[in-house]
């Protein structure tokens, strides 16, 4: 591959991780990504990133030395230059998650002809002689299979590392309101397992609680968690300063269907809570009459039934707000993805909506 093939090729991959997310330890490359020493972090992935794209190259060559291809040992490169152009854009565009060197190579560990030359005026040897064994099995073995399964080991650590690491939200000073929905509606469309609704919903009833001063405290679930197995009559819970419970809310991230509503009303009527609202992108036209009949049913008999879209509702409450409140809004789906210690994109992609 060559670099721009390369580059797409990471990008890729990447995604990949991100949303695939893996989540157990893997202590060998774990050991170099997490390495106390910076320049540890960018070989492993540099060296493996260019016996990827070339596996001619040689894993522990350092530099190109002589242009003339007739002279030294066979598969020198020159990592100096590769890192700069491939790896260093990449690091930067992950929140610097391997450090914020913008040339790694220039740091004396890597200012030698190979890995395994010169170890013995280094510090840290320990840790560069296991980064030399790690890359000297994988050299020795000639699998590109194996080296490919190595950067992608890598970029599973890297994802765990980013993971635990904190994402610097670009909150605007202000924002419009077609601007807030509008970024909503983009991170939204992404499917996320139900988790991004679930912030989204999360922090926007916290917000209106606040603003409104409608409810002493709202509670959500886990995005894994069944409603009927905790018992609980939906995904977000508001309640009031005696500490009913007022509201539930139960947040889809699909349209909503008449057996959606069965099953809440069910576990709302256990739970003695009269007031439920959908949060959804809309209704199932198949089940549109149904759901609609069933609303009319459930106010005869004492329960007010709802339903709208997580961006329908942010328009019309912030309308009545004071325009500070949309960045309080932003802030605490900041706060909420923080929280919940959720997959590293949803984090990076609302930091990403945040800064465009």
Request: hydrophobic share 40%; charged share 25%; net charge negative.
């Amino acid at each position: 591959m060559n670099e721009q093939e390369l580059t797409c090729w990471l990008e890729g991959q990447w995604e990949e991780v991100l949303t695939s997310f893996v989540s157990h330890p893997d202590p060998e490359i774990d050991r170099f990504i997490n390495s106390s020493v910076l320049s540890i972090r960018y070989a492993i992935l540099t060296q493996l990133l260019g016996k990827h794209a070339d596996p001619t190259r040689d894993l522990l060559c350092l530099q190109r030395g002589s242009r003339d291809t007739n002279v030294g040992p066979p598969g020198r490169w020159d990592p100096r230059g590769f890192c700069t152009r491939i790896v260093v854009p990449w690091n930067q565009s992950q929140y610097s998650v391997l450090g914020t060197s913008d040339d790694p190579y220039v740091n004396n560990p890597l200012r030698r002809p190979r890995l395994d030359e010169g170890m013995e005026s280094l510090k840290f040897r320990a840790e560069w002689s296991a980064l030399v064994r790690f890359l000297s099995d994988l050299e020795d073995s000639s699998d590109p299979v194996m080296v490919r399964n190595a950067v992608l080991r890598c970029l599973q650590s890297i994802a765990r590392r980013l993971k635990d690491q904190q994402v610097d939200y670009p909150v605007p000073v202000r924002i419009g309101m077609d601007q807030l929905v509008d970024l909503i509606d983009r991170y939204l469309e992404v499917s996320s397992g139900g988790l991004r609704p679930m912030v989204v919903a999360s922090a926007l009833m916290r917000t209106l609680g606040r603003s409104f001063a409608i409810f002493a405290r709202v509670e959500s679930q886990g995005v894994n968690e069944a409603d009927s197995a905790t018992g609980v009559p939906g995904d977000v819970l508001c309640y009031d300063e005696e500490d009913e419970l007022v509201l539930a809310v139960e947040v889809k991230g699909h349209e909503l269907t008449f057996i959606d509503v069965e099953s809440t009303i069910l576990k709302a009527r256990s739970s003695r809570v009269t007031n439920v609202l959908f949060a959804t992108p809309g209704l199932a036209s198949a089940d549109r009459d149904a759901i609609e009949g069933k609303i009319v049913e459930e106010f005869a008999k004492g329960s007010n039934i709802y339903q709208t879209s997580i961006q329908s509702l942010a328009r019309t409450s912030f309308m009545l707000l004071k325009e500070e409140w949309r960045i309080r809004f932003l802030r605490e789906i900041c706060s909420e993805l923080d929280t919940r210690s959720s997959q590293p994109s949803d984090r990076l992609a609302f930091a990403t909506l945040l800064s465009t």
